[in-house]
DNA sequence: TTGAGAATAT
DNA sequence: TATATTCTCA
């Protein structure tokens, strides 16, 4: 879903305008289906009773001048958007074309925010400057496809190596920043802390490793202990993958089953917990409810 | 100086 | 509640 979006912008960026209109016009209703914007649409005795002042009947000049201006306000927001954009890349000074979302590092844009003297802020133009402190990064939406990724490279490292560097550098997502992912982490590590809480002290690492209960325990002993097809320590899982996270309907997220997870960790043989699977529920999983039931 | 992690803000 | 931002500390 997410992928398709951002195929038709690419589309969008390097075909020009005139594929534009294709792509805007696919699907649209032909000429003749529509009713001519030079008709006028409410009878005067219509308008007339309901005191509705007449509008001045359209002509093709009329008609045709609106439309340039929609496409040239288009245009506008397109270009200035564009402008935006490449004003971002250029002061992170990285590339985050892939994005799955116009990211940046946020300590160099909170400079330029905060309206700091530097020197290269100054000599930008009213018009990025104005657009820079006013266009906020939209928040990274961690889908489940994304936070699957986040999960594989965690118990890929092992928790104690498992740090926001070393987890977005593994994970290898355009875009994707070192905060970003340590405020994953920490709710990731929050919600770690709350399943061991809730969990039976008795509870054992081969449990740990089988049960549908499995806990973030089963994730600090890593891909080492827990595996039983891993004779190296690693999980077989591609490291350094470019992936690219692509939206899913939620119902097939929902209908994904253990068949689904492609490149899901050996370990979780017999499938990670339910708040692994469907990562959205760090809230709602209640390990202690399951394995009681 | 950098990065991790916690605390706090939005 | 999810994510971003800020702060502290190693």
């Given at each position: 879903m997410?992928e398709?979006?951002?195929?038709?912008l690419t589309?969008y960026?390097s075909?020009g305008?005139?594929?534009?209109?294709l792509?805007?016009e696919?699907g649209?209703?032909?000429a003749?289906d529509?009713?001519?914007?030079t008709?006028?649409?409410?009878?005067?005795?219509l308008?007339h009773?309901?005191?509705?002042s007449?509008?001045s009947?359209k002509?093709?000049?009329?008609?045709?001048?609106a439309s340039?201006?929609?496409?040239a306000?288009?245009?506008?927001?397109?270009s200035?958007d564009?402008a935006?954009?490449?004003?971002?890349?250029?002061?992170?000074?990285r590339?985050e074309?892939?994005l799955v979302?116009?990211?940046?590092?946020?300590?160099k844009?909170?400079?330029v925010?905060?309206?700091?003297t530097?020197?290269a802020?100054?000599a930008?133009?009213?018009l990025?400057?104005?657009?820079?402190?006013t266009v906020k990064?939209?928040?990274l939406?961690?889908?489940?496809?994304l936070?699957?990724r986040?999960?594989e490279?965690?118990a890929?490292?092992?928790?104690?190596n498992?740090?926001?560097?070393?987890i977005m550098?593994?994970?290898?997502?355009?875009?994707?920043?070192?905060?970003?992912?340590a405020?994953h982490?920490q709710k990731?590590?929050?919600f770690?802390?709350?399943?061991?809480s809730n969990?039976?002290?008795?509870?054992?690492?081969d449990?740990?490793c089988?049960?549908?209960?499995?806990?973030?325990?089963?994730l600090?002993?890593?891909s080492?202990?827990?595996?039983?097809h891993n004779?190296?320590g690693?999980?077989?899982m591609p490291t350094?993958?470019?992936?690219?996270?692509?939206?899913?309907?939620?119902?097939?997220?929902?209908?994904m089953?253990?068949?689904?997870?492609?490149g899901?960790?050996v370990?979780?043989?017999?499938?990670?917990?339910a708040?692994?699977?469907?990562p959205?529920?760090?809230?709602?999983y209640h390990p202690?409810?399951?394995?009681d039931?």
């Amino acid at each position: 879903m997410g992928e398709e979006v951002v195929t038709k912008l690419t589309d969008y960026d390097s075909n020009g305008v005139n594929d534009d209109r294709l792509l805007w016009e696919a699907g649209l209703p032909s000429a003749d289906d529509l009713t001519p914007l030079t008709l006028q649409l409410i009878p005067s005795e219509l308008a007339h009773a309901f005191r509705i002042s007449p509008e001045s009947s359209k002509t093709m000049n009329d008609v045709n001048r609106a439309s340039q201006n929609t496409f040239a306000s288009l245009q506008r927001w397109h270009s200035q958007d564009m402008a935006s954009m490449n004003r971002e890349e250029t002061v992170t000074e990285r590339d985050e074309t892939d994005l799955v979302r116009q990211g940046s590092d946020p300590k160099k844009l909170r400079r330029v925010e905060s309206g700091g003297t530097d020197e290269a802020a100054d000599a930008d133009s009213a018009l990025c400057s104005e657009k820079f402190e006013t266009v906020k990064r939209p928040r990274l939406v961690w889908t489940p496809q994304l936070h699957k990724r986040f999960i594989e490279v965690v118990a890929h490292l092992g928790i104690k190596n498992a740090v926001p560097k070393t987890i977005m550098q593994l994970m290898n997502v355009g875009g994707l920043t070192r905060e970003n992912v340590a405020s994953h982490l920490q709710k990731y590590r929050l919600f770690t802390k709350r399943m061991q809480s809730n969990e039976e002290p008795s509870s054992s690492p081969d449990h740990l490793c089988t049960s549908r209960g499995a806990t973030p325990q089963s994730l600090r002993e890593s891909s080492e202990s827990c595996h039983p097809h891993n004779t190296n320590g690693h999980m077989g899982m591609p490291t350094m993958m470019p992936y690219q996270p692509q939206m899913m309907p939620m119902p097939m997220m929902m209908g994904m089953t253990n068949g689904g997870h492609v490149g899901m960790p050996v370990g979780y043989a017999g499938g990670p917990p339910a708040g692994f699977h469907h990562p959205y529920n760090f809230g709602y999983y209640h390990p202690v409810a399951s394995h009681d039931n």
